[in-house]
């Protein structure tokens, strides 16, 4: 028996999604509840971009359950972040944090200006409400983002904060120093 019913949600836009449903429903058919807490079994956490060519479990040789994973444009450490990451370390056994960008990222490809301008001039949209956090080194943004969690008062002095960017086309992981 499907898990939802067509006829019943008028307000969702079913056609839009209806490959999302489908795979959702076979998805859990063989489904088995894994028994996993919300804790974080690896005590780790990964910053890392929204790009879907990063599957931060496997790369990191982890399985479901191990890591709390916190995605944005660009991997940057915002507000958000730094909020979630206070979440995880007190509430969810997170010790220690990995930042991680990527190379081949449209945040890195293109100035906060052009960024706006282009999708002004594509869609027009004003989005100069927003501030994307391109960078313009992803090295130096990257030293700042791990210092930025470091830093803060709120987290335990004891986390353990490294940053390395991820190399999209090989697949391997280079630290940094911050």
Do not use: W
């Not at 730094?82 to 944090?97: D, E, H, K, S």
């Not at 100069?128 to 335990?156: G, M, W, Y």
């Amino acid at each position: 028996m499907p898990i939802y019913d067509a006829d019943n949600l008028s307000d969702f836009p079913t056609e839009a999604f209806a490959d999302v449903l489908v795979a959702n429903e076979a998805f859990a058919e063989t489904f088995a509840d894994s028994g996993l807490t919300g804790r974080a079994a690896k005590g780790l956490a990964v910053v890392t971009c929204m790009d879907s060519r990063i599957s931060p479990l496997y790369l990191l040789g982890m399985q479901p359950g191990d890591v709390k994973i916190i995605r944005n444009a660009g991997a940057r450490v915002t507000d958000d972040v730094l909020r979630t990451l206070i979440l995880a370390t007190y509430l969810l056994g997170v010790n220690r944090v990995l930042v991680m960008p990527h190379t081949d990222c449209r945040m890195a490809s293109a100035s906060e200006s052009e960024i706006h301008s282009k999708i002004e001039a594509e869609f027009g949209v004003n989005t100069r409400s927003f501030e994307f956090r391109t960078v313009d080194d992803q090295q130096d943004a990257l030293i700042t983002d791990v210092v930025r969690i470091r830093s803060h008062p709120a987290l335990p002095a004891d986390l353990i904060v490294g940053g390395a960017i991820y190399d999209v086309h090989t697949g391997r992981i280079t630290p940094m120093s911050a």
